[in-house]
């Protein structure tokens, strides 16, 4: 019932930008925070950066200084501006979704996306 979508993934060469977005619809009353992994093959899964209602956002060490998440909250979308990407970007790339579902209005869940390549190479 509620749904992510990402989009913007790509093949980039290295120092390259992407921004990439995340498009929840569903019956939500609230998004309370907002974040992007990803996955490299043979690798975990891990948290590249998030974003709380607020606008209070975190990363990973490996993006700071080079990646932005943002969101716009009237329209429930979420960003991740890429810059001077590296090739060890690479890798699939998650949204996730910290949400109230309207028909389990008591419960917060995570809503994930169904990924994005991201691919940085020359």
């Known amino acids: 019932q509620v749904q992510l979508v990402e989009s913007g993934g790509g093949l980039v060469q290295p120092g390259g930008s992407l921004r990439l977005s995340c498009a929840v619809s569903g019956s939500i009353f609230s998004i309370n925070a907002m974040g992007w992994y990803r996955q490299a093959p043979g690798k975990q899964r891990e948290l590249v950066a998030s974003?709380?209602?607020?606008?209070?956002?975190g990363y990973a060490d490996s993006v700071k200084g080079r990646f932005t998440i943002s969101r716009d909250n009237a329209k429930n979308t979420g960003f991740l501006q890429m810059n001077s990407l590296k090739s060890e970007d690479t890798a699939v790339y998650y949204c996730?979704?910290?949400?109230?579902?309207?028909?389990?209005?008591?419960?917060?869940?995570?809503?994930w996306g169904q990924g994005t390549q991201v691919t940085v190479s020359s």
């Open positions: 974003i709380t209602n607020d606008g209070s956002a």
């Open positions: 996730n979704a910290r949400a109230i579902w309207a028909m389990t209005p008591w419960e917060e869940s995570d809503y």
